[in-house]
């Protein structure tokens, strides 16, 4: 049996018009039977299917053609490909890997494919793949802090980027869509389980420069002191972060219990506490920086949550107890559902649905275990 002759390579691309030739029918019924469209019969399709097969039809040189043609009459072209930026090891951390979750349980059924760029802190407009100048992305979802405002200004004025809608998570800018956390709430509901379990004097851990997010946690604790005839300017302290503290992977130095953290790294933190024997509880910036907190107090002598509460702040990463059970009290981010926000505002401004908002604050809860109890007497 003889099989079907292809066109060599180098010949030029079959069309629609030479499949209809071919059949003896219309370029519309073609374009319709190859898509298997239930208008045109199953023989008509059949008949098309094999005679694309035979002539060598390429799907997507004709797809090439039909964006090239609407891009000369200048129509957009959607690609269904959105991009995230995200550090380089996002993957690893559960704070990411839940976010990334949501983008694709919303991007995937709606048929967007997803491209990952680990980008540093420090990079600049030239560490992006050359498919973000090609025009081949639809909107980019950014985490804020991994870039800055020249960088993000830059990224809008590329060309291939140009008029693309942005999604910043945790974090605003000027002609972009936000997705962010109350992080005010949070810090609010975290202080006044404290605050309600007697503690008085609270020390929460602080980045050296000044960041949004922090100030907002920073008012929800004041707002719960002064609630409860608390002053914090007399009763609220700050300490800088350590730094590695905020990563999850330094983690992985505690096994069994039994690692201990370099002695220069949390002793600062000690001498302060001694320094102030009135603070009863620490506020950790993320769940990793609350666990290595536990863990200096815990060489240093202290009994957590007999002598110091901690609080974490994320929900991601665990404090094993002597069960097994997480033992750390944290502030719940919906990091899951920020993904799934972001995908669905970045896909009605692709698409060109109306969004129902141009920033979306998501709430947190607090999430109460073993890591804080009553205040010291």
């Not at 039994?258 to 910036?285: C, S, W």
């Not at 141009?358 to 109460?368: E, G, K, R």
Request: proline share 6%.
């Amino acid at each position: 049996m003889n099989t079907p002759s292809r066109r060599p390579l180098t010949s030029k691309p079959v069309t629609l018009q030479d499949i209809a030739e071919s059949c003896g029918v219309s370029k519309m019924t073609v374009s319709l039977a190859l898509r298997h469209d239930a208008r045109i019969s199953a023989a008509t399709t059949a008949r098309v299917q094999a005679a694309a097969e035979e002539l060598g039809y390429d799907a997507a040189h004709q797809e090439a053609a039909r964006r090239l043609a609407l891009r000369k009459h200048g129509q957009e072209v959607i690609n269904r490909l959105v991009a995230i930026i995200f550090p380089p090891n996002f993957i690893r951390a559960r704070y990411f890997s839940d976010i990334f979750r949501g983008l694709l349980e919303v991007l995937t059924p709606e048929g967007f494919g997803l491209l990952t760029t680990g980008l540093d802190k420090l990079a600049d407009i030239q560490s992006l793949p050359i498919v973000y100048n090609r025009g081949e992305v639809d909107g980019l979802v950014v985490y804020a802090a991994m870039t800055d405002q020249p960088l993000l200004t830059e990224m809008q004025m590329t060309r291939g980027l140009r008029q693309r809608p942005f999604v910043v998570l945790f974090g605003s800018f000027p002609h972009s869509m936000s997705v962010l956390t109350d992080d005010r709430l949070g810090a609010y509901q975290a202080a006044g389980h404290l605050l309600d379990l007697g503690h008085r004097q609270l020390l929460q851990f602080v980045f050296r420069d000044k960041e949004p997010r922090m100030d907002q946690r920073l008012d929800g604790i004041r707002t719960a002191m002064r609630e409860r005839g608390i002053a914090p300017e007399m009763q609220l302290h700050q300490h800088e972060l350590i730094t590695g503290w905020m990563n999850p992977e330094t983690l992985e130095n505690y096994i069994d219990g039994d690692a201990t953290t370099p002695p220069e790294q949390g002793k600062t933190l000690i001498e302060y506490l001694r320094a102030h024997p009135e603070i009863t509880a620490v506020m950790g910036i993320n769940d990793a920086d609350a666990i290595h907190i536990c863990h200096v107090l815990r060489q240093a002598g202290y009994r957590v949550p007999d002598d110091i509460s901690v609080v974490g702040f994320d929900d991601t990463d665990p404090l094993p107890g002597a069960q097994g059970r997480n033992e750390l009290t944290t502030v719940h981010l919906p990091l899951v559902e920020v993904g799934q926000t972001a995908a669905r505002l970045l896909i009605a401004q692709v698409t060109g649905q109306p969004a129902d908002s141009t920033q979306v604050t998501l709430p947190t809860s607090l999430i109460v275990r073993g890591s804080t109890g009553p205040a010291k007497r």
